[in-house]
């Protein structure tokens, strides 16, 4: 049920969903119509905050560049791939196939064929209450892998995690079992600050890896020293910014329960 409510309830915390229950108590309260006013004003700030790009690149480079990728290639026993890149082959897809974070797959394919570590660990199983996949992460991974030339006997599974910090565990067990405490951990930049220490956590020594990254260089410096035309186009909110501020939050607040839990 943790799983459960850990997804459930930052729903109504998030920009969309806070600004939705206010929207619900300015129509169920229509004789305050102060309160009403004030819920509403409240509401369009949220939406409007939440989905600028300022805001939200400005959230998202507080994680992003807490680790930023090896410069030459790392060497490790173990390079870990975290799940959540892949869709699984359910019908009408005609395979397993990447998502937005997809890159985290292809970077570990990279390293491997650069000669990072000698076996590729695939983490992450189905969330036990949805059943809109016919296959687990670690599972689709491992196709993907094959696929980019890794060898089968390179790579581990683990299908059994729910959650990041499960990923850490059981991950964590299974290198004990191969008396392994060093690994170079893929997986999306935005999650990496999180994963990092979960990893850390269980008394491995981690050399971050991070990919997928929302804010480069490039699009830093367009969006901080924008033209007039950006900047007349900055001012008005968007989804894909709102969706950015929403996956920052994401991570913030998992990183708050994660600690009240002690698993950080």
Not at 207 to 219: G, K, L, M, R, S
Not at 229 to 251: C, D, Q, R, W
Request: net charge negative.
């Amino acid at each position: 049920m943790f799983v459960f409510f850990s997804k459930l309830l930052p729903l109504f915390v998030y920009p969309l969903g806070l600004a939705c229950i206010l929207l619900l108590l300015v129509l169920i309260l229509e004789k305050h119509k102060a309160w009403r006013r004030g819920f509403l004003i409240l509401a369009l700030i949220l939406l409007w905050v939440g989905g600028n790009r300022w805001v939200s690149f400005a959230l998202a480079h507080s994680l992003e560049w807490q680790s930023l990728p090896p410069e030459t290639t790392p060497q490790a026993e173990v390079i870990v791939l975290l799940g959540g890149g892949t869709e699984s082959a359910d019908a009408p897809r005609p395979m397993t196939e990447i998502n937005s974070a997809g890159d985290r797959v292809l970077y570990a394919a990279n390293l491997y064929a650069e000669g990072a570590a000698p076996i590729i660990l695939v983490s992450g199983g189905n969330v036990e209450f949805t059943t809109d996949r016919g296959s687990t992460p670690a599972e689709e991974m491992t196709e993907l892998l094959m696929l980019l030339n890794v060898p089968e006997e390179a790579i581990w599974e683990q299908p059994d995690s729910e959650n990041t910090y499960e990923d850490a565990l059981l991950s964590a067990e299974l290198l004990a079992e191969n008396d392994i405490s060093e690994v170079i951990l893929v997986t999306s930049a935005l999650h990496m600050p999180r994963a990092k220490a979960l990893f850390e956590k269980q008394g491995l020594t981690v050399i971050p890896a991070p990919v997928d990254f929302t804010i480069t260089e490039q699009n830093w410096q367009t969006t901080f020293k924008p033209g007039w035309e950006e900047f007349l186009i900055y001012l008005m909110p968007n989804a894909s910014s709102l969706g950015l501020t929403t996956s920052v939050l994401k991570e913030y607040i998992g990183m708050m329960v994660y600690s009240l839990r002690g698993w950080l």
